[in-house]
């Protein structure tokens, strides 16, 4: 998908650039206007190829570069393809080199925190809030991350140029959902949504999204985003029915889709 029409520009943009901060790894750097980012963690957003502007450079260039910079960081190479992506043309020609389409993600959009709605939690839970680490670890055993993977994770959210705040929920000494926050300004990101697979259809998430954005508001927030696959349907429902809209949808290219996984 391209643009939502009934969101201001300026929202969509904001989001992305809030984005892009919020998933900042330590290992990035800049080429010829591709911003090249190489964390060993799981998230995509951070071992991936963000072409913000276009260079000067020829494709086959920029590509043979970027290879390189994978390949010494033991990374397959993938290319992140947004609207906002420089050259405007860049999919398409990505396609008909033979790279792979995937992770078709949407960002979702509410534009407006004033009427979030009341938390209710059921007996006996308890949200608590954490340091970096300890989320780390709490969110990759519930994904089944490596622990080169959880511990890319908290390093990110360490040296993250804004700040992170994430809660889990528990009942006693169990696991019921996770998540947090990243506040750039007026605009809050909700992060690492996840709730265990015995406790959906309960309203946990919901409530923990509406939770945190809650706090963010107490803090200044005004709007919200999140990023969600295309085919979580679920979450996306859930995400609706708070408000959240699709605000515009990214993707990603690789040439070989195997060594991605």
């Not at 010494?72 to 992140?80: E, I, N, S, Y």
């Not at 407006?112 to 938390?119: F, R, T």
């Not at 309203?203 to 508001?217: K, M």
Request: aromatic share 8%; net charge neutral.
């Amino acid at each position: 998908m391209l643009f939502n029409t009934d969101i201001t520009r300026d929202l969509l943009q904001a989001a992305e650039n809030a984005g892009l901060n919020a998933s900042a790894p330590p290992q990035q750097e800049v080429l010829d206007g591709w911003l090249i980012r190489l964390s060993p963690g799981k998230a995509k957003r951070s071992r991936c190829v963000n072409a913000l502007a276009q260079g000067k450079l020829p494709l086959d260039e920029l590509l043979a570069r970027c290879t390189q910079a994978f390949e010494r960081a033991g990374l397959p190479l993938v290319v992140r393809i947004t609207p906002f992506t420089q050259p405007a043309d860049l999919d398409q020609q990505l396609a008909a080199l033979g790279w792979e389409f995937f992770d078709d993600t949407r960002v979702m959009l509410k534009a407006d925190l004033a009427d979030l709605g009341a938390v209710t939690w059921p007996e006996g839970c308890v949200l608590h809030t954490v340091g970096h680490a300890e989320y780390a670890r709490a969110v990759g055993s519930l994904r089944g991350s490596s622990q080169s993977a959880i511990e890319a994770h908290a390093e990110r959210m360490q040296q993250s140029p804004v700040p992170y705040v994430g809660m889990l929920l528990k009942r006693g000494d169990a696991l019921l959902a996770c998540g947090q926050f990243v506040r750039e300004g007026e605009l809050v990101g909700l992060y690492d949504i996840f709730t265990v697979p015995e406790q959906r259809g309960r309203g946990l998430g919901r409530s923990l999204c509406t939770q945190l954005l809650s706090l963010a508001r107490e803090q200044g927030a005004r709007s919200a985003y999140l990023q969600v696959s295309a085919d979580n349907h679920g979450a996306r429902s859930v995400y609706q029915r708070m408000g959240f809209v699709d605000g515009y949808g990214y993707h990603y290219r690789t040439p070989d889709l195997k060594s991605v996984y």
